[in-house]
């Protein structure tokens, strides 16, 4: 079905070979143009875990098995605790059923007294793995305080990206980069409860300028990306507040002035994508008017950077005309994860759909398309043949494109103890023994030394994604 879907679409676009230039990028109809009016597509990869620090991307810290094996190990009981592990499966969390699996499986080889004090060791440490880094950033701050835990993450930040990851990218024939980031990795504030104020941390700041500096030398452009506003614009780290609390609006505008105080003269920034998947709005209506607020804030600022704005999920026939709320050099956007597809046939039969839903949408909306992020995560085959599909189906679209993710470290127990590897990172085959920060018990001197080792961390591509998704 993929091959209709192909064929029913032409473009004359030849911006493989193209480079940021000295002018930024606008919208102009469908498509994105440079300033000499050429048609651009956006070919990249997401940067995972840098400013918004995604531990289940980097492998900080433990899911709840890989705790438990470390506690066997520390107990002499390896082989026991392991088997136990292996028997429940692998779990993130810790929660109650998985607990109570592998209760199970320790007291019959270990005894209950045995495996009761191991469990009471492992709620010692509830699991930080998230799609949010709130629960990691805040025990940081618990044991060394606001300017310890921005002077840790900034260590580990100049080690997950490298310049050298950069040129990497761009030799690949990517020509952007997605960055995403939350409003806590842009500020040095406390992480407990709602913020009153923004106070800027320039430790982040100066590795974005540092990345933009980069990206500028090797011919990519930036997409900048908030992950997370104040209040909210999703429930990944807890109740969204962002479209009921006019404070947060209020501080999520300000947000975006100062970025775009700082970024509106850098050609190298494709675009800034203003919510990333705002799904907690109540609906259309308040979806775009918290959009239409950032809009009027960054246009104040005399910024015409491609604005990306993102259909939370809702559906891209949501997103209004660009007219109706004065709006110009916008890209309309979502997010592709198909949980449920189990093979290609299924990609082919989506991606048939998407392409004739989102043409009639854009040909009414007359804006240029990005699908920001999407994988097809599953190590078979078939996936990273649909990743190709997909690809292939967005090209033939002139739609903008950025994978989710660039680097990606499949949990080391997980590989191990049940052979489980992920097609989630373009770079996602680590190679050699990872030296794992353990938040809760590494002293500061020693977390500092591992994060930055993450700059000589070898994790090799992905190939088969590789030659999927390489433009």
Not at 158 to 163: A, E, L
């Amino acid at each position: 079905m993929l091959s209709i879907f192909l064929l029913a679409c032409t473009s004359d676009d030849d911006s493989a070979a193209q480079e940021p230039a000295d002018t930024l990028l606008q919208a102009d109809g469908t498509d994105i143009v440079d300033g000499g009016g050429n048609a651009v597509v956006m070919r990249g990869v997401a940067l995972g875990g840098w400013n918004f620090h995604e531990n289940w991307i980097t492998a900080v810290d433990y899911p709840a098995h890989a705790r438990l094996q470390v506690i066997g190990q520390e107990a002499g009981l390896s082989e026991e605790v392991d088997a136990a592990i292996v028997e429940a499966g692998p779990d993130e969390d810790g929660d109650a059923d998985w607990v109570a699996a592998v209760r199970i499986g320790l007291e019959s080889r270990l005894g209950a007294e045995t495996a009761n004090g191991l469990l009471a060791t492992l709620a010692q440490y509830p699991s930080l793995v998230d799609d949010s880094d709130l629960p990691l950033r805040r025990v940081l701050e618990a044991r060394f305080g606001i300017e310890g835990r921005d002077t840790l993450l900034d260590a580990f930040q100049g080690g997950w990206i490298t310049d050298a990851d950069l040129a990497w990218i761009a030799e690949q024939g990517f020509n952007t980069v997605r960055v995403p980031m939350g409003y806590r990795g842009l500020t040095s504030m406390t992480d407990d409860g709602s913020p009153s104020e923004l106070v800027w941390n320039e430790l982040a700041f100066a590795r974005i300028d540092h990345l933009l500096d980069v990206c500028e030398d090797v011919g990519l452009w930036a997409v900048l990306d908030i992950q997370e506003a104040p209040g909210g614009q999703n429930e990944y780290a807890g109740p969204s507040t962002l479209y009921t609390d006019p404070a947060m609006q209020a501080l999520t505008v300000e947000l975006w002035s100062e970025l775009s105080r700082r970024y509106r003269d850098r050609t190298s920034v494709a675009a800034y994508s203003l919510l990333a998947e705002p799904m907690s709005a109540p609906d259309d209506d308040a979806r775009d008017a918290m959009y239409d607020q950032l809009v009027g804030a960054i246009r104040a600022n005399e910024d015409d950077h491609l604005l990306v704005i993102h259909d939370g999920f809702r559906g891209m026939q949501t997103l209004p005309a660009p007219a109706e709320y004065g709006w110009t050099n916008v890209v309309y956007s979502t997010h592709l994860f198909e949980w449920g597809a189990t093979s290609t046939a299924d990609y082919e039969a989506l991606m048939t759909y998407y392409g004739t839903v989102f043409r009639t949408n854009q040909t009414t909306q007359q804006v240029p398309y990005y699908v920001g992020s999407f994988s097809t995560f599953k190590d078979e085959p078939w996936a990273y043949e649909s990743a190709g599909l997909m690809k292939d189906g967005f090209e033939a679209n002139g739609w903008s494109w950025t994978v989710w993710t660039f680097k990606r470290i499949d949990d080391p127990v997980e590989v191990a103890l049940w052979g489980k590897q992920t097609g989630w990172g373009v770079r996602g085959r680590l190679v050699g023994e990872l030296d794992r920060p353990d938040l809760y018990r590494d002293d500061e001197a020693t977390l500092a030394r591992k994060f930055a080792a993450y700059g000589e961390l070898e994790v090799a591509p992905n190939e088969a994604l590789l030659d999927a998704v390489a433009p």
